[in-house]
C-alpha cells in the first residue's frame, strides 16, 4: 500500500443510484454559526439536498447519524449549490440553489436540543425566481461594486445571462455567438464575468456593458428597435485556449495579484485580470475538476488537480509538490475547515462518494500473512514441465500459421495467360459497340500437397473487364492431386480499363488433429493479361489533343523489338511509330526520338495516355532486365495537365445532374400517368356513361413523354459512366497529377520535376 494514499478523515455515501456533477458541492459555515468551522452541503440531481458537519471516525467505523445535519427533497434536480449574502437588510449567509427552471434561496438555521438526538436543522425558503429559460449554471459576487450583498448571474442552456438583485430580476443579455454553454465566474476586482465559449475563447464581458446593452427581451423585435433601446454586448478581451474548459476559477489572495485559473481538457492556465497568461502547465493525464486555494509561500498559487486516473495532485503555480492517489475518481473538490482541522480536501464523485481526507505519510498498519511452507517435489515438476513442452510442441506443428516458402506451400495456384486471342471470341454480354470484342483463355491450375477441405477459386479482374466464370468450387482434394479450369477474359464495359491485371485466390482448409474442421487457409497468384484484348494496331495519326514525353537514360529501342505483336516485320516505317486503336474507338499513337532518347505518347482523349505508358515502360524494363542492365531509370518532365483533368470532373458532375433532373421529371411524368389511368378507370366502372374529356389523348400525350424521358435518362446514364479517371501521386506537401498510378512508380521509377 503506498504511503502517498489520501488519509481517510470521513467518508460516507449519499442515496441509492444517486447523480452528482460540479457545481452539487459547496463548503461554507451556512448556519451562521460564527464558530469558522465550515458545513459541507450537497445537491443531487436526483433533488436531495444534504448538509453535513463531519467528525472524525476511527478507521471502519461508520459515520454518526448527528453527522447528517439535515437531508430534503426539493422534487426539482439540483444543478448547483452556492452560499452567500443573497437576502436584502441582512448580511448573513444564505443558501442558492439552482434547478433547472428555479431559483430558490434558503436560509439555514438550527435549534438547540434538549435530548441527546442534538441540535435540529432546518432550511427556509426566503424568495425564488421562476425562470424563463432552462438554466445551465450561475456565479455570484458584489456586482457593480455593491457593499454588503451579493447578486446572482444564471446562464442558460441558449446563452442568456440573467441577473438577480436579490429578490428582484434585474435584466438578461444574450452573449454574441453563443453556442454551447461554458463555465462561469464572477472576477470582483474587474467587474467582468468571465466564461468560455464554444469557440475555445476565454471571454470577459463587463458588468457595466452588461447594464447597459440591449435588453434580451427585445432580441425578437426589429434590428431598428435593438439599435434604439440600448448598445450592443462588447467583449472586454478574449484569449484563445485551444480546447474546451472543465472549470474556471478567480482566485485572490493577500499576499497574491488576483489571478484567472482555467482547467482545460490537456492544460491548466493562469490568467492576469486583462487575459494575459501568466503561466501554463501541460497535464500528462486527463483532470476531471480543480480548486486554487492560498499558499504558504508569497506569491503564489497552489491548485488541486483531480483526475480520471484516481489522483489528486498538488501544483505550486507550475511545479508539482505532492501526488496523492483516491479511492474514486472526484467531479468535484473543495478546501475546507472542519472541527479545528484547516485545509481538509473535500471530495465529490459521479455516483456520490463523500469523503474527508487530508495529506500524509502514515504508514500502513497491513501486514501481509505468513505463507505456509511446504516441501517441493521437484521430479513432479520436471514431469509436468515436459508434458507442457510436448503439448506446445505439437500445437506449433500442426498449427503453424506463419507463411511458407514456395517449396514447402501446402497448396500451389498458378495461371497460365494464353500468347494468342482466342480464335472465336468467347465475350457475352459487352456494351462494347466494336464489330468484334476480343476474348484470351486462362488456364488455372490448383496443386494440392496434402488434404485441401472446402476449395474454392475466385478470379477477379478489373471492370470493364469481366471474365466468363468467376467462381469455382471444387471438392476435397487428395495429397498430391490437381485441378485444371479454364477460362476467357474480355471486355464487357465501353470504355478502357485502368490496368491489364488479374488475380487468382483459392481458399481452403487444412484438418488438423486438434482442429478436425480445418484451419482456414489461401493461396493467390495474379497473372497479366495481353495489350492486344483491349486494342488492335491502327494507322499513326499525326495530330493530338493530348500528349506527354517519358525521358529515358538509354537509347530508343525498336518497336519491332519491344511491340512485336503489334508491328509487322515486313514493314520497316513502324520501327519508330505505331497506332494503337482501342475497341471503344478512341486511337493513341506512340512515338520514339530518333536523335534524343525520349518516347512520346499522344492521344485525342486524356485517360487513354495511362494504358500505354504503362505497357511501354513495362516492356522498356523487361527488356533492359534480359540484358542485365540495372540502372535503366525513366522520368517525366512534363507539365502536370490538371486543367484538363478538372475539365473532365467538371463534364461527368454536369452528366450526373443531368441524370438527376431526367430522373425527377420522369417520377413526376409517371405520378400524371397513374393519376389519369386511376381518372379513366372510374369513368369506365361507371354505370351511366359520361364523356372521357380528352382524357384518353391526355393518356396517350403522358406516355409519349414518359417513354422519351426513360430513353433520355438510360442516354445519360450511359453518358455518364466515365472512363477510369487519371491517378493523383500524393507527395509531401501538395497533389500532382500522374496519367498513371502510383503503384507503378517503384518499378518504373519515374521522377517527376514540376
Not at 448538509?51 to 444543478?79: A, C, T, W, Y
Not at 507463411?403 to 468467347?426: F, G, Y
Amino acid at each position: 500500500m503506498s504511503l502517498f494514499k489520501a488519509r481517510d478523515w470521513w467518508s460516507t455515501v449519499l442515496g441509492e443510484k444517486e447523480e452528482f456533477d460540479q457545481g452539487c458541492l459547496c463548503v461554507a459555515d451556512v448556519d451562521n454559526s460564527g464558530s469558522g468551522q465550515d458545513k459541507i452541503i450537497v445537491g443531487s440531481y436526483m433533488g436531495y439536498l444534504r448538509i453535513f458537519n463531519p467528525r472524525p471516525v476511527k478507521p471502519g467505523d461508520e459515520i454518526q447519524p448527528e453527522d447528517l445535519l439535515l437531508e430534503v427533497q426539493l422534487r426539482e434536480p439540483i444543478l448547483q449549490v452556492e452560499v452567500g449574502k443573497f437576502v436584502s437588510g441582512t448580511e448573513g449567509l444564505h443558501l442558492a440553489v439552482l434547478h433547472c427552471r428555479k431559483l430558490c434561496v434558503y436560509a439555514v438555521s438550527g435549534t438547540l436540543g434538549n435530548v441527546e438526538h442534538g441540535n435540529q436543522y432546518q432550511i427556509k425558503l426566503m424568495y425564488e425566481h421562476n425562470l424563463q429559460r432552462t438554466a445551465c449554471n450561475m456565479t455570484y459576487g458584489p456586482f457593480g461594486g455593491v457593499k454588503g450583498r451579493d447578486l446572482i448571474c444564471i446562464q442558460s442552456m441558449d446563452g442568456m445571462l440573467m441577473l438577480f438583485e436579490q429578490e428582484s430580476y434585474a435584466f438578461g443579455r444574450f452573449l454574441p455567438g453563443f453556442l454551447l454553454p461554458g463555465p462561469l465566474t464572477y472576477s470582483s476586482r474587474t467587474d467582468s464575468f468571465i466564461t468560455v465559449s464554444s469557440c475555445r475563447q476565454v471571454e470577459s464581458y463587463k458588468y457595466q456593458v452588461l447594464a447597459f446593452a440591449t435588453d434580451a427581451d427585445e432580441r425578437q423585435e426589429t434590428e431598428q428597435q435593438k439599435l434604439s433601446s440600448g448598445k450592443r454586448v462588447a467583449v472586454d478581451w478574449v484569449l484563445n485556449i485551444g480546447e474546451q474548459a472543465l472549470d474556471i476559477r478567480v482566485v485572490s489572495f493577500n499576499q497574491a495579484v488576483s489571478s484567472v485559473f482555467v482547467l482545460g481538457e490537456r492544460n491548466f492556465f493562469c490568467l492576469k485580470d486583462n487575459g494575459q497568461i501568466r503561466f501554463m502547465k501541460k497535464l500528462d493525464y486527463s483532470p476531471s475538476c480543480f480548486i486554487p486555494y492560498c499558499s504558504v509561500k508569497e506569491g503564489t498559487i497552489n491548485t488541486l488537480v483531480g483526475n480520471h486516473s484516481k489522483m489528486l495532485n498538488v501544483y505550486q503555480d507550475i511545479t508539482l509538490k505532492w501526488a496523492t492517489q483516491l479511492p474514486h475518481i472526484p467531479v468535484s473538490v473543495k478546501v475546507a475547515n472542519l472541527q479545528d482541522l484547516k485545509g481538509v480536501i473535500v471530495t465529490l464523485t459521479d455516483d456520490g462518494h463523500l469523503q474527508c481526507s487530508y495529506l500524509g505519510t502514515d504508514p500502513s498498519l497491513f501486514q501481509a500473512p505468513r505463507v505456509d511452507s511446504r516441501e517441493i517435489n521437484y521430479e513432479e515438476f520436471e514431469a509436468e514441465m515436459k508434458e507442457l513442452q510436448k503439448i506446445i510442441k505439437e500445437a506449433t506443428k500442426t498449427q503453424d500459421i506463419l507463411p511458407k516458402s514456395e517449396k514447402h506451400r501446402d497448396l500451389i495456384v498458378t495461371a497460365e495467360v494464353s500468347p494468342d486471342l482466342d480464335a472465336e471470341s468467347q465475350a457475352i454480354d459487352s456494351e462494347v459497340k466494336a464489330e468484334a470484342v476480343p476474348s484470351v483463355t486462362v488456364k488455372i491450375t490448383i496443386q494440392s500437397r496434402v488434404t485441401a477441405q472446402k476449395p474454392n477459386l475466385a478470379v477477379c479482374v478489373q471492370a470493364p473487364l469481366a471474365v466468363t466464370c468467376d467462381q469455382f468450387v471444387f471438392d476435397d482434394l487428395e495429397p498430391d492431386s490437381s485441378e485444371t479450369v479454364v477460362l476467357s477474359v474480355f471486355l464487357k464495359g465501353n470504355c478502357s480499363p485502368s490496368e491489364l491485371e488479374g488475380n487468382c485466390m483459392v481458399s481452403y482448409n487444412i484438418p488438423t488433429e486438434l482442429n478436425p474442421e480445418g484451419i482456414p487457409k489461401v493461396a493467390q497468384c495474379n497473372f497479366r493479361l495481353p495489350l492486344r484484348l483491349v486494342c488492335s494496331p491502327a494507322q499513326p495519326s499525326k495530330a493530338a489533343n493530348h500528349k506527354i514525353t517519358i525521358d529515358t537514360n538509354k537509347p530508343p529501342i525498336s518497336f519491332l523489338t519491344i511491340f512485336p505483336d503489334f508491328v509487322d516485320p515486313s514493314e520497316d516505317d513502324q520501327a519508330n511509330v505505331l497506332g494503337f486503336q482501342f475497341l471503344t474507338g478512341s486511337k493513341t499513337t506512340l512515338l520514339a526520338s530518333k536523335t534524343s532518347q525520349r518516347y512520346r505518347i499522344q492521344s485525342d482523349q486524356l485517360e487513354d495516355l495511362w494504358l500505354i505508358t504503362r505497357e511501354l515502360t513495362l516492356r522498356l524494363e523487361e527488356h533492359f532486365k534480359k540484358q542485365n542492365c540495372k540502372d535503366f531509370a525513366c522520368t517525366f518532365s512534363g507539365s502536370i495537365p490538371l486543367q484538363e483533368y478538372f475539365e473532365l470532373i467538371d463534364r461527368h458532375f454536369e452528366l450526373r445532374l443531368n441524370a438527376e433532373k431526367f430522373q425527377e421529371l420522369l417520377s413526376e411524368r409517371a405520378v400524371q400517368f397513374r393519376a389519369i389511368e386511376r381518372r379513366l378507370l372510374t369513368r369506365f366502372k361507371d354505370k351511366t356513361p359520361a364523356p372521357l374529356q380528352h382524357l384518353d389523348t391526355l393518356l396517350e400525350g403522358t406516355f409519349r413523354e414518359n417513354v422519351i424521358a426513360a430513353e433520355e435518362q438510360c442516354f445519360k446514364k450511359k453518358k455518364s459512366i466515365p472512363k477510369p479517371p487519371p491517378y493523383w501521386k500524393y507527395t509531401r506537401n501538395k497533389a500532382f497529377f500522374l496519367p498513371f498510378p502510383a503503384s507503378t512508380l517503384h518499378c518504373v521509377r519515374l521522377t517527376l520535376v514540376s
